[in-house]
């Protein structure tokens, strides 16, 4: 009969730890999502700039209603030492169909403004109208420092303004090395074309 009475008891021990083994998991995630948190930092600015002469270059190739703007910025900020390379952005589109969009991406001093020069021209964008993706293909890749920062330039019409500030784009983590993917999995970094420019920081 005590055996009986023991078997019965086992159980009851078993089920008893498994509410603590939740709980202890739980706090593992939460201690990992901190600690990734703390190595990774995405910024992203959205904005209508207008590249300087832009407008005066277009308007010479009777291209009056089209201008060069800086749509976005975005800053890697890397609290690691390991290595990190960046070697494709993909963007989602949340909105009504694009016209194709011509984009271009830039590698840019942090603290300076865009020069929108060959040397620093690191890939073109290429647009799926079918998966609503706006992808810059990095050759060859680039490496993340400390603080490494991006411009992308898309070429305006009032068309297409119009449309880009009736949705936006979010950046697809997949596309990012560790430790930003997993920070950009927790925190999406969205781009919106609003009447003020705005910066989201994600970490």
């Known amino acids: 009969m005590e055996t009986y009475q023991s078997l019965l008891i086992i159980p009851n021990e078993a089920s008893n730890d498994r ?3 939740k709980y202890v998991l739980f706090f593992a995630l ?9 190595v990774a930092e995405l910024t992203g600015n959205c904005s209508s700039t207008e590249l300087p002469e832009s ?3 277009h308007t010479k190739l009777g291209q009056r209603d089209m201008v060069e703007t800086q749509y976005a910025t975005i800053t890697f900020r890397k609290k690691t030492h390991e290595e990190v390379y960046l070697t494709e952005l993909r963007f989602i589109w949340n909105g009504a169909q694009l016209a194709n969009p011509h984009a271009c991406l830039f590698i840019k001093d942090p603290d300076k403004p865009l020069k929108p020069i060959p040397e ?3 890939a073109d964008g290429i647009w799926s109208s079918t998966l609503k993706t ?3 293909s990095i050759k060859p890749s680039i490496p993340l420092n400390s603080k490494t920062c991006f411009a992308i330039t898309v070429t305006l019409d009032p068309v297409l303004e119009k449309q880009l500030r009736t949705g936006s784009f979010t950046l697809d983590p997949l596309c990012l090395p560790e430790p930003f ?16 420019p705005s910066t989201q920081t994600i970490s």
């Open 19 to 21: 509410p603590i083994q």
């Open 30 to 38: 939460c201690i990992a999502q901190v600690l990734q948190a703390d």
């Open 55 to 57: 407008r005066a270059l």
């Open 120 to 122: 620093n021209h690191k």
């Open 134 to 136: 706006l992808t810059f």
């Open 181 to 196: 993917r997993a920070t950009s999995k927790m925190h999406p970094l969205t781009l919106s074309l609003t009447a003020q």
